[in-house]
């Protein structure tokens, strides 16, 4: 299938209104005509709920959670970017706009990001009127702070909460709805697969978590805004339940799944301490405002932090990137820091992390200026290794945070299923290969407050007057069946170890051969021993209890398995993309002096990759990408 | 280095809202001091599923203290005795070797067990539903600086709106009382001139479905030394002041009905 973006003609600053206006509408009268189905709670979901009901759509919204607010955007800590300006230091939609395409290493789509530039500003004045409490300055107006990857501070935020305020003001937008009887809200209830009638996207088939009972919901449309793969990983800073399978089983009903090894791992969290350890624990990038980044010049370094001297102290990014200093881009961080652990300098009783100290911001700004900007990460901190970063500097490590890649699609949120849109982290579209700090929650919010309310009439008005597919259409009945027979077949299996400790195993071998850096032949044996974990979880697997309860494990087990399948794709997308851009990084591919190089005559296309049954490996479908406005370079941060 | 820890679980298991449940005992050993409280449940369940047994059901998510889904009642005490934290925040640091510990879900009427240690609070999202917000639709904003907003104000907006919603307010309070969720909702949206507008009406929604739910405050504040977020009673007081005002006379001088 040719993959057409249909991103509007003319120049880049008038696409959106140009397209605004080009697009078919649904008149006010006739959107109750209409139901969609919104799938996901979080930022991009709760959003696109509250807005499409508001516009008079008949929405129904789907979480696993027991409640919309638990949604994993609640965790995001550090801001919002948007080019507001206020500060008066040079920034504009342009610079926004730049800055984004750049530091996604040039693999995203231009037009969607200069919309998400354009957009970002009424985000602001959007939550600020729910009532979300953003820092502020003394005379009342909102404060901002910088961010990786950027020159001039847009960084809007709520203390560490930036992104449970975020949600908060969506959460509650989309209960006023709830109340107006405008969305139908089912909690405790996951989507285990799509419908798909005719090619196009008719409903979904979800699973009560309480009671296992199995139901069918059709609509119009039907939104996915499930969230990004970064638990493939196993330990990641993802909240437990946070997994790929609505994606997924959309990916197996048609939608291309778009540069799935385009992952970013954040530069600032709690390094591992043990097996048993069940996730990492983010620190805001924010930190990096203020805490210096170094570990020990000498390998064999056994003396505390606060006793080495000034000069055998290694500020290895202050030193190689003096422009931007401890706050270059995220991939950059990550790599810097993954190399000087590999060389032997690394801190900590696994000589697994670098040190982020705040004495000299102590020394300059006093422990209460500190303690005001960071004081509930600081508890955090302490509360998890029992350290008091307040007397003795950060340890920190790289860990796998977002994905940019996700499902493919157009201009319109639209996947390559008609009627089947994504939002959020859940697409591929706007960071490219790398993206920036505080642009995940200002792109959730874009896409579901501002576009896809917009964009989604486009396909909903020819429908104007046909109802849904009834749900006790063949096609619903064959999707129940499958869903069934996979759930069974989990309890039947009776094999010897819990899904948990496949998903370790699985994380072990995507994190050594898909993470910071990657080569050929490690990707190459990733595959095969994906793959054959893969067999035998589908032999040896343990799900003890029912189906007709709360059952934690069996909701795992259908997570894993798809993981399995989505780690896979991971590897051969790696693979095939033998240049290195932004959080792809393939040590085949780079400069004399280790940083990323990219192919862009090769690899300046986005990798789309089609379903093909699971035992032919997908096939790839480029998205060619073309820069009219930010010229393709090598990028610097020096 | 990291000790390790010998314990004893007394362990509420309930196969279903309608089943009976009961304490049961187990042995968690060589539990690392470094392990959280619910990664010392892991523990545990991985145990249990090697000796072929059903796990132990319990909330858990993001496992950073935000999203709260997580929270039982250890040794009585709604997120254990630790002040200010979270269970997923509770580290086995805090214990000691060959400590018993007794495991419950949220004990409370409005929030019926689901099974094992986990509870339905969907009451707290039917009092969010009833007014906890500002009309607020989108694209109809003005610019966010227009409305200079103190920056105390802000601040003390923002005390309440930490409130992560887990319920161990309601599951601390002898009543099962729910205020001090109800009230960080509303002064979150109460004390910001954005949220002016609605005051009254909100404040009226939002009790009176809360107490279709839950127990009445009578002050004890056990609420606050539960509270993960350390969420003020004082919130409390603004809410009855709210409530009060809006039953004599001040919602009609706001024009609501």
């Known amino acids: 299938m040719l993959l057409n973006s249909k991103v509007p003609t003319g120049p880049m600053a008038e696409k959106w209104e140009k397209h605004k206006f080009d697009i078919k509408l649904v008149n006010p009268a006739n959107k109750r005509k209409f139901k969609i189905i919104v799938v996901g709670t979080g930022l991009a979901g709760a959003s696109a709920s509250a807005t499409l009901a508001e516009l008079g759509y008949n929405v129904s919204a789907f979480t696993f959670h027991d409640s919309p607010r638990r949604a994993h955007s609640i965790a995001a800590q550090g801001g919002i970017n948007a080019a507001k300006n206020y500060q008066n230091d040079g920034d504009s939609v342009h610079r926004l706009f730049y800055d984004t395409v750049k530091g996604g290493d040039y693999r995203s789509r231009e037009a969607n990001v200069h919309r998400l530039a354009e957009v970002s500003v009424n985000i602001i004045d959007q939550a600020a009127s729910q009532g979300v409490p953003f820092a502020r300055e003394y005379g009342g107006l909102l404060a901002n702070r910088s961010f990786g990857g950027a020159q001039v501070s847009r960084t809007f935020y709520a203390r560490g909460q930036t992104g449970q305020q975020l949600l908060l003001g969506a959460y509650q937008q989309m209960m006023r709805q709830v109340h107006e009887g405008k969305v139908t809200l089912h909690t405790q209830t996951e989507m285990l697969d799509l419908v798909t009638k005719d090619g196009e996207a008719c409903g979904i088939i979800c699973r009560d978590l309480i009671t296992g009972e199995i139901t069918s919901h059709s609509a119009h449309a039907v939104v996915l805004a499930t969230g990004g793969y970064g638990n493939v990983f196993y330990l990641s800073t993802n909240a437990m339940a946070c997994n790929t399978t609505a994606a997924w089983r959309a990916h197996r009903k048609g939608a291309y799944f778009a540069n799935p090894s385009y992952t970013q791992i954040h530069p600032t969290c709690i390094p591992a301490s043990d097996e048993f350890q069940s996730k990492l624990t983010l620190m805001s990038e924010s930190l990096r405002n203020d805490g210096r980044i170094w570990v020990p010049r000498s390998k064999d370094e056994t003396r505390s932090a606060g006793s080495i001297p000034e000069a055998e102290r290694y500020y290895y990014l202050e030193e190689k990137y003096p422009a931007f200093g401890n706050l270059v881009p995220r991939d950059v961080a990550s790599r810097n820091a993954k190399t000087v652990v590999d060389a032997g300098h690394g801190v900590g009783p696994l000589k697994n992390g670098v040190y982020l100290d705040f004495a000299d911001a102590i020394k300059r700004d006093g422990r209460d200026a500190i303690e005001g900007r960071y004081g509930n990460l600081f508890d955090m901190y302490e509360r998890i290794t029992g350290e008091d970063p307040y007397s003795v500097p950060m340890r920190i490590y790289p860990a796998s945070h977002y994905t940019m890649g996700g499902l493919w699609v157009d201009y319109n949120l639209m996947t390559t299923i008609p009627g089947l849109y994504a939002a959020g982290e859940a697409n591929f579209s706007d960071h490219g290969a790398n993206r920036l700090g505080a642009s995940a929650l200002m792109q959730g919010l874009a896409d579901g407050y501002f576009v896809l309310p917009y964009t989604i009439g486009d396909s909903l008005a020819p429908k104007l007057g046909s109802d849904p597919v009834p749900t006790d259409d063949p096609v619903f009945k064959e999707a129940t069946a499958d869903v069934e027979d996979r759930l069974t077949r989990f309890l039947a299996i009776g094999g010897s170890r819990s899904p948990e400790y496949f998903h370790r195993e699985l994380g072990k071998i995507v994190w050594e051969n898909i993470g910071m850096a990657r080569n050929r032949s490690g990707l190459e044996k990733a595959i095969s021993e994906i793959t054959a974990l893969r067999e035998e979880y589908w032999q040896d697997v343990r799900i003890l209890g029912n189906n007709e309860s709360l059952n934690q494990s069996l909701e795992k087990a259908g997570r894993v398995a798809d993981f399995f399948e989505l780690g896979e794709l991971m590897a051969r997308d790696a693979l095939d993309r033998n240049e290195s851009c932004g959080g792809h990084f393939r040590e085949e591919s780079q400069t004399d002096e280790g940083e990323a190089l990219r192919d862009d005559e090769n690899y300046s296309h986005v990798s789309a990759w089609e379903w093909n049954g699971i035992d032919t490996p997908q096939t790839k479908h480029k998205e060619e990408l073309a820069f009219e406005e930010v010229p393709l370079t090598q990028r610097s941060y020096k | ?257």
């Open chain 2, 1 to 257: 280095m990291s000790q390790t820890l010998n314990l004893t679980l007394k362990i509420w298991r309930q196969e279903g809202p309608n089943a009976k449940g009961s304490f049961e005992s187990y042995q968690a050993n060589n539990i690392p001091d470094d392990a959280s409280f619910l990664e010392m449940l892991d523990i545990v369940n991985e145990s249990l599923i090697e000796n072929n047994q059903v796990p132990i059901e319990f909330p858990h998510d993001c496992r950073e203290g935000i999203c709260g889904t997580c929270g039982v009642m250890i040794n009585g005490r709604a997120h254990g005795q630790e002040i200010g934290t979270a269970t997923c925040q509770l580290h086995m640091r805090k214990f000691n070797d060959g400590d018993t510990i007794v495991i419950e879900p949220w004990r409370a009427a409005a929030f019926p067990v689901v099974k094992d240690l986990v509870v339905d609070r969907s009451p707290l999202d039917k009092i969010v539903e009833a007014g906890g917000y500002i009309t607020a639709p989108t694209g109809s904003a003005p610019d966010a600086n227009e409305m200079p907003i103190p920056k105390d104000v802000a601040e003390s907006s923002m005390d309440a709106a930490a409130c992560i919603g887990c319920g161990a307010c309601v599951a601390a309070c002898p009543n099962s009382a729910g205020q001090l969720f109800t009230s960080a909702k509303l002064w979150h949206l109460n004390s910001l001139p954005q949220g002016q507008a609605e005051r009254y009406k909100r404040t009226e929604e939002m009790v009176e479905t809360m107490e279709q739910y839950f127990g009445s405050c009578t002050n004890h504040g056990e609420c606050k030394e539960a509270c993960p977020k350390e969420i003020s009673l004082d919130f409390i007081a603004e809410m009855n002041k709210d409530y009060m005002k809006s039953k004599v006379k001040n919602r009609k001088k706001a024009g609501q009905k």
